[in-house]
């Protein structure tokens, strides 16, 4: 019903950009939150940046100032534009999209099937 699809990973140096693109396609006039979580290997699953139907966004700590979600509600695409990239960055990014009913309470969730950065010399 929903489906939502990464892309623009790849590999680039320390200190380079990257922006994801996650196109999102379906039924998705419930979905209220968007976001882009992490896994690196060995880690647990981290939220990077999220952003609601209204426009507000929330950032990681380790991302602020260096990583900046968007949307457009036209092609029904959330971005993730990286830029001054760490090897610690390195990691399989995935999309998802919610229904929030309350600021922590969610009765769906959907999710793409990730896309990996890699940040190395």
């Known amino acids: 019903q929903v489906q939502l699809v990464e892309s623009g990973g790849g590999l680039v140096q320390p200190g380079g950009s990257l922006r994801l693109s996650c196109a999102a396609s379906g039924s998705l006039f419930s979905i209220n939150r968007m976001g882009w979580y992490r896994q690196a290997p060995g880690k647990q699953r981290e939220l990077v940046a999220s952003?609601?139907?209204?426009?507000?966004?929330n950032y990681a700590d380790s991302v602020k100032g260096r990583f900046t979600i968007s949307r457009d509600s036209a092609k029904n695409t959330v971005y993730l534009q990286m830029n001054s990239l760490k090897p610690e960055d390195t990691a399989v990014y995935s999309c998802?999209?919610?229904?929030?009913?309350?600021?922590?309470?969610?009765?769906?969730?959907?999710w793409g099937q990730g896309t990996q950065v890699t940040v190395s010399s």
């Open positions: 952003i609601t139907s209204g426009g507000t966004t």
């Open positions: 998802r999209g919610a229904v929030y009913i309350g600021a922590t309470v969610y009765t769906r969730e959907y």
